[in-house]
């Protein structure tokens, strides 16, 4: 797969959607890529991260791909976060289960890639997520974080 592509957020969803700079396509689901640390030497500034949110009725848009109306409070997106937490902590295969688990119950539209939401750089995440993403170690996952879209687990990619 040919290089460019970049994280840009959405102006009229406010969500990540990927970008080609060399094609001009863009997508919502992430791009396969050889591997996750393609071209990430290149560009010491960004990052690459996946993500598990879980949408509440106080995010910007209660909605996804599994629930057109999402009715549940911010404290219940938290303990269902804290769920998957545990089961994470509990793997034996960390990454692979924080793949799983974004797979099938995400509220992003990177679930169909693991949560992989691709490299990015800073100021093109929601300021939250964008400093806990640059603050973790390669592997390494976040606590709970919250923003205007939701509460999100972060995993690290390169």
Known sequence: ?????????????GLPYFFNAETKE??????RRASPKEDIDALPDQIRASHLLVKHRG???PSSWK?????RTKEEAIAV?????????????KAEKFGQLAREHSDCS???????????????????????????QVKEISGIVSTDSGVHLIMRTA
């Open 110 to 136: 990177s679930h169909s890639a693991d949560g992989d939401l691709g490299i990015f750089g800073r100021n093109q995440m929601q300021k939250p997520f964008e400093d806990a993403a640059f603050a973790l």
């Open 26 to 31: 863009s997508r919502w689901d992430a791009p």
């Open 67 to 71: 629930e057109s109306n999402i009715t």
């Open 59 to 61: 995010s910007r848009r």
């Open 1 to 13: 797969m040919s290089s460019g592509w970049e994280v840009r957020m959405s102006n009229s969803k």
């Open 81 to 93: 976060l804290e769920q998957y937490q545990r089961e994470i902590h509990a793997a034996s295969n």
